[in-house]
């Protein structure tokens, strides 16, 4: 783990406790916990199947948030973009 991955996971939790559950209920909090977590003590992304199962999950996470109008484009994107950050480097 590096620091910049630990800063990262660090706007996770902040951007969960900012959001709470008026902007995400309590099972896509756990996916969001679940991801970074998973992420954080990650060494290879495209090695560990729990990882790509996470980034999965966040995917279809961010897709139902937009689709569903409940967040905007930008906003799930940085969600993305900090989980994706928590873990080693993500190329898809």
Request: overall charge negative; charged content about 30%; glycine content about 4%.
């Amino acid at each position: 783990m590096t620091s910049e991955r630990a800063q990262a996971y660090g706007r996770v939790t902040a951007m969960l406790a900012d959001v709470g559950p008026t902007k995400l209920q309590a099972d896509e909090q756990d996916i969001v916990r679940d991801a970074a977590d998973t992420l954080l003590f990650c060494e290879d992304v495209h090695a560990d199947p729990a990882a790509q199962e996470a980034l999965d999950a966040i995917d279809e996470l961010v897709e139902r948030l937009v689709s569903s109008e409940r967040w905007t484009a930008e906003r799930a994107e940085e969600l993305r973009s900090h989980i994706e950050a928590c873990g080693p480097a993500v190329h898809r």
